[in-house]
């Protein structure tokens, strides 16, 4: 059973920046896809940002140029730099990988 386990959610200022980080319980090497999801209280979960293999990167429009997402297959950890934070990201954040795990999830806060 893969598991993931995200961490480095916290309570930032807006304009602040946060790094979140995931870590598989495997090897990613092969991993086609890894993703960053959010959900808002009373919200769907929504797309955040991805990474394939090659490094390929796709990004919501609304974290496109503010959050970028990066993976280390050495480490087999998934990172989502957000920088220029705004309230309305608060969320708990998901990682997944491919379309089969998720992790936990970790909250971020952003205060106006």
């Known amino acids: 059973q893969v598991q993931l386990a995200e961490s480095g959610g916290g309570l930032v200022q807006a304009g602040g920046s946060l790094r979140l980080l995931c870590a598989a319980s495997?090897?990613?090497?092969?991993?086609?896809?890894l993703g960053w999801y959010r959900q808002a209280p009373g919200k769907q979960r929504e797309f955040v940002a991805a990474i394939d293999a090659r490094g390929n990167t796709n990004y919501a429009a609304s974290v496109k140029g503010r959050f970028t997402i990066s993976r280390d297959n050495t480490k087999n950890t998934v990172d989502l730099r957000m920088d220029n934070l705004k309230p309305e990201d608060t969320s708990v954040y998901f990682c997944?990988?491919?379309?089969?795990?998720w992790g936990q999830g970790t909250q971020v806060t952003v205060s106006s």
């Open positions: 997944r990988m491919n379309s089969a795990y």
């Open positions: 495997t090897s990613i090497f092969e991993v086609s896809v």
